[in-house]
């Protein structure tokens, strides 16, 4: 079913119902609370519609330029995602990489200047970014000892400890996609979907 929606993204004309569709499909588990933050690349235009479609809610945007007129948006829930920044073995798995867990704004305003610097050949890619992502901290540092190989499952990232607990996650995480590209093809916006997503959080 998932496949058959994604080609309805180029069908659809109403501006809205396809930034909706878009944002069901790729950034599920944060609209319903299930993790703090999800990433999506998206055009400028398409960054103002997702903001304006957004407005009200407790989901907050940054915008981290990819190149030409594309970039990444990333979505996060403040509150819960300062808390997983803040916990000790993360702060000083980021410290290494320049980042200060004072303030998140300072600490966005870092990632976009790394993402800025890869975009410009200057460094390689930030995968440090997976924190960011609330990838399971073992999962960022496999990645990065291993340059993303020798991986023991993969799915919405690269996983290099724990399956039974990830494969639990990533279940959880298709299921809520599921249910919400369901509700905004029958027509219900995104706010009403994350006001009834409530138990979602506990499947």
């Not at 990830?166 to 027509?187: E, I, L, P």
Request: proline share 2%.
């Amino acid at each position: 079913m998932l496949v058959q929606e994604i080609i309805k993204l180029g069908d659809i004309t109403d501006e809205e119902k396809r930034l909706s569709l878009l944002l069901a499909i790729h950034c599920a588990p944060v609209l319903s609370g299930i993790k703090a933050a999800n990433m999506v690349t998206v055009t400028q235009n398409e960054y103002i519609g997702i903001k304006y479609i957004l407005k009200g809610t407790d989901i907050s945007c940054h915008f981290l330029k990819a190149g030409n007129n594309r970039g990444l948006l990333y979505l996060y829930r403040e509150k819960e995602l300062i808390s997983y920044l803040h916990l000790k073995e993360i702060a000083i798995f980021l410290e290494k990489y320049g980042y200060l867990p004072n303030n998140l704004d300072v600490m966005l305003g870092h990632l976009t200047k790394r993402m800025d610097s890869y975009c410009n050949g200057e460094i390689v890619f930030p995968h440090e970014i997976g924190v960011f992502l609330e990838y399971p901290l073992a999962d960022v540092t496999g990645f990065l000892e291993n340059k993303g190989k020798d991986f023991i499952y993969s799915g919405y990232w690269k996983v290099y400890h724990d399956v039974p607990e990830t494969v639990r996650r990533f279940t959880q995480y298709d299921t809520v996609r599921y249910r919400m590209v369901r509700a905004v093809t029958s027509g219900r916006n995104i706010q009403e979907i994350m006001e009834g997503s409530a138990s979602w959080r506990n499947l």
